[in-house]
């Protein structure tokens, strides 16, 4: 029953989503009023129908409904509850209705957090928005329905959740990802309204910059889960691994980044327009073509789902009709639209131009190596794969001119800047940098020429200062204790993300270059030495979980003869999967991780045990969750609240005009 | 000019959906393998069940062949085995690779004939046995030759030695056609 109630809201939420793609976008043509406002209850309407689509699903989760296909093939009645939930979107199927979900969870919050908006605008948007929310119910609905049924025979038990989603990283990280996915979406709204309506302005920027950031902060932090998650569950101290699935959600990232920064030129010098539309529309379409090559089948990955060419051809044409949509509406359109402002070689306009080159360089890079083998194979040339090796090279020379870059960046005038006096505030920056870096590695005896050094010259490069440029700017407006609070909130949160990224590059290249591993065989008693640590295995015992089974290793680690912790590693056997996973052990503090994974039973009786000590591997995530808390922040900033009377609706495009006048148009 | 250059976008994009659009119906585990259409590597092999025999890749030059690299711990190669057997009573010659798994000689794992003879001459009986004879690769040096990504794989070989088709994944009468027209053309030469 519960199920049949969750696929009518879904065909419901269809019907409202072709409603909102129609009628608004109607009415904006014809200046009907009536037919505008009407976007904003349809919107929440449809939201309120997916989310309780997603309820029902959860639902039939909760209690094994194993009639239901998509409950039968992803959970069991020993998965604990909060895995049932999860398994909610452990399958295409599931994982569409949340897509689902998440999207017209965007689509309600515009509705709601709009007023400031001309009525024009809003109804665009909102039609848009609509248009692709009718591609995406449809496809869940027609294509891979979640609430399909197998009676009348039905199994008695469920074939449980693959248990490498049996993780806490795994409950939170697909709704993140989603989240900031589909987040872009509504930048793309805002990008085709603007261009339907022909008008671009610093207006219309500043109200794409907080959806822009919103969407991106969400998916730092579900890429950073995701990397969290593989490093703990798949056993070999991994955290990246330029797999297509991942390089999917980077894409999308990349061109974000480059997007928020080109917003932050198109807001405050009314330039760059063109290439802010033509990002906007990026960043939503490499989310859409990530989708489609998880789902289609198109690309080999540990992460895709069962593939199956209907669903991709649909997925394809959807892309086609999206994407190749606005593309020609944006060859069409913004070929009139020039840009006014001046600017000299040396001013920040310059260098967030350079910050958007190395970006894109950087989507490019994992474009071709991620597409290159398909490329490859269908010009007939046979199979090739691209490996870490060659992402690793191309990120390690992009960072280098992308961190120098950085590091000036905050401190350079918008239109043109000179150098004296940037020289004294610069030199004494790097001083510190190099002190910073190289007194470090000396202290911990790791001082040598190799990529840590280079990697903690330039983190130091880029972390020095941003702090550096933020003491500055908080002296110039009165001394420290006033300046704190005086300094806008859009500026703390870029000076918290670039330290987030210095402090991301120190860990990587930490990471990179000083983790060590060992294998070991041992026994009960034995002990292995790594790094300065001693790691003695006390005690292995079978091990009984809900739904699982397997052994449990107890390790105690000693450094110079003080205890340090005792690790807790598992090998557990998943009996209706027949998997085996790692459950690997980590001790973490800020300046390293111990890392051990239980390996096979070897006669003996004897263990392989795995033990890693990586260096700043931390880093990688924090840097990860400052560069998240830095959008957070800059989110909070009082302009993006400050409402705006919407003209009336006699002349439609006038309420397009620019109103930027009423914002003085500072640092 | 300036209003073709806003087009570029969109002419990337069309181009890259024709890609997909063809990425769509080929298989990705279909591989164009880059030994297809070259002589078979040089080897020197001793047979699985008799040791002293050493198959070298001219002996077995003559008539075409599928050489099938397979293990008992495969759960897809035991599941071919099967529907390979059937394919050997029609006539079909297939000789097999067997692709030993990797051991750690560090945690005491050794190399032993005797058990794996025994392992496989089981497996057969239970399944069936499609083989005219196994090689057995133990440092696996043809495997590696050959560009071998994991068991089963199957290769065409043809009369001369001349590889014709390599084949990923198992073989089952869904995607047996392809390889039987490929083969009978051999045979008919």
């Known amino acids: ?129 609509g248009l692709i929310c009718l591609g995406f119910i449809a496809f869940s609905l027609f294509m891979s329905n979640p609430f399909a049924r197998s009676l009348p025979f039905y199994p008695v038990e469920g074939r449980d959740l693959n248990p490498l989603l049996q993780d806490f990283g795994m409950i939170v990280h697909p709704p993140l990802l989603y989240l900031g996915y589909v987040g872009f979406a509504v930048t793309f709204a805002f990008a085709i309204a603007a261009l339907i309506g022909g008008k671009f302005d610093s207006t219309w920027a500043r109200w794409a910059r ?77 989310s859409l073509m990530g989708a489609f090559l998880v789902r289609s089948g198109v690309l080999v990955s540990v992460h895709s789902f069962a593939t199956d060419p209907s669903r991709g051809l649909y997925l394809l044409v959807f892309l086609l009709l999206v994407v190749g949509g606005s593309l020609f509406l944006y060859a069409l359109r913004m070929n009139a639209v020039r840009s006014q402002a001046r600017y000299q070689l040396f001013s920040r306009e310059v260098l967030l ?139 703390w949160g870029m000076t918290i993300a670039h330290i987030g990224f210095a402090v991301l590059v120190i860990g990587v290249a930490m990471t990179k270059t000083l983790s060590i591993e060992t294998d070991v065989r041992m026994k009960i008693g034995d002990t292995a030495a790594l790094g300065g640590y001693e790691f003695k295995l006390l005690d292995v015992y079978e091990l009984k979980g809900a739904n699982y089974g397997g052994q449990a290793a107890e390790i105690a680690v000693t450094e110079q003869g003080q205890p340090i912790a005792q690790l807790h590693a598992e090998k557990r056997f998943y009996p209706i999967q027949k998997t085996v996973m790692t459950e690997a052990a980590v001790h973490a503090r800020l300046s390293r991780d111990l890392f051990v994974a239980l390996g096979e039973e070897i006669a003996g009786p004897s263990w392989s045990v795995r033990v890693y000590v990586k260096p700043f591997v931390r880093w990688i995530w924090l840097g990860g969750l400052l560069m998240a808390l830095g959008g957070l922040i800059a989110l909070l900033d009082k302009r993006y609240r400050r409402s705006f009377v919407a003209a009336p609706l006699q002349e439609p495009e006038q309420t397009l005009e620019p109103q930027q006048s009423q914002e003085p148009a500072n640092a | 000019m300036r209003k073709l250059l806003f087009f570029i976008p969109f002419a990337l994009f069309i181009g890259l959906s024709m890609f997909l659009f063809s990425g769509l119906f080929s298989d990705p585990r279909q591989h164009g393998s880059a030994l297809v259409q070259r002589q078979l590597p040089q080897f020197q092999l001793p047979d699985l069940m008799q040791p002293e025999k050493r198959w070298t890749a001219d002996e077995l030059k003559g008539e075409p062949y599928f050489l099938n690299v397979w293990g008992t711990w495969c759960p897809t190669c035991n599941a071919e085995l099967a529907f390979l057997t059937q394919l050997r009573q029609q006539g079909v010659r297939i000789v097999g690779l067997y692709y030993v798994q990797p051991l750690d000689a560090a945690f005491g794992e050794t190399f032993d004939l005797k058990a794996l003879q025994q392992d496989v001459q089981q497996k057969l009986a239970e399944q069936g046995d499609p083989y005219q004879f196994n090689l057995l690769d133990e440092h696996r040096t043809l495997i590696f030759d050959l560009g071998v990504s994991g068991a089963p794989e199957t290769f065409l070989v043809d009369a001369d030695g001349v590889i014709r088709a390599h084949h990923v994944g198992d073989i089952n009468p869904q995607n047996w056609s392809a390889l039987a027209e490929a083969y009978q053309q051999l045979v008919r030469k």
């Not at chain 1, 902060?217 to 593989?230: C, D, N, Q, V, Y």
């Not at chain 1, 691209?386 to 120098?404: D, K, R, T, V, W």
């Not at chain 1, 200062?465 to 700017?473: D, L, N, T, Y």
């Open chain 1, 210 to 286: 907080p959806w822009t950031l919103a969407a991106w902060m969400f998916l730092t932090m579900g890429i950073m889960l995701g990397s969290w998650w593989a490093y703990n569950e798949l056993g070999w101290g991994g955290w990246w691994f330029w797999d297509p699935v991942e390089n999917a959600s980077f894409m999308p990232w990349l061109v974000g980044t480059a997007l928020l920064h080109s917003l932050a030129v198109t807001e405050k010098r009314g330039t760059f327009k063109s290439w802010t539309v033509l990002l906007a529309i990026a960043a939503f379409s490499l």
């Open chain 1, 353 to 491: 131009w350079g910050n958007n080159v190395f970006l894109l360089t950087a989507t490019l890079v994992v474009f071709l190596g991620t597409m290159y083998p398909l490329f490859h194979k269908e010009l007939g040339l046979g199979s090739i794969s691209i490996g870490e090796p060659f992402f690793n090279q191309m990120f390690f020379y992009l960072a280098i001119p992308f961190s120098l870059l950085l590091g000036m960046g905050p401190w350079v005038r918008w239109k043109q800047q000179t150098l004296p006096p940037l020289l004294k505030p610069l030199t004494l920056v790097a001083l510190a940098a190099l002190t910073l870096a190289l007194g470090y590695l000396t202290l911990t005896q790791q001082l040598a020429a190799n990529l840590a050094l280079l990697g903690m010259l330039l983190g130091a490069w880029v972390g020095m200062s941003a702090i550096g440029e933020v003491w500055q700017r908080m002296q110039q407006l009165g001394g420290i204790s006033t300046g704190f609070g005086r300094l806008q909130a859009s500026h």
């Open chain 1, 1 to 129: 029953m519960i199920p049949e109630i969750g696929q009518l809201a879904l065909t419901f939420a269809l019907a409202l989503s072709l409603l909102l793609a129609v009628v608004p976008l109607y009415g904006s043509f014809v200046a009907n009023q009536r037919a505008l406002l009407l976007a904003k209850p349809l919107a929440i309407g449809m939201f309120v129908l997916s989310a309780f689509a997603m309820g029902c699903l959860i639902y039939a989760f909760l209690h094994s409904d194993f009639t239901v296909i998509n409950v039968a093939s992803n959970s069991s009645t020993t998965l604990p509850w909060y895995f049932k939930m999860t398994a909610s979107f452990g399958s295409h199927e599931g994982s569409m209705l949340l897509w689902v979900s998440m999207l017209t969870l965007w689509t309600a919050l515009v509705a709601l957090f709009s007023k400031s908006l001309p009525l024009l605008m809003q109804g665009r948007i909102l039609g848009v928005l």
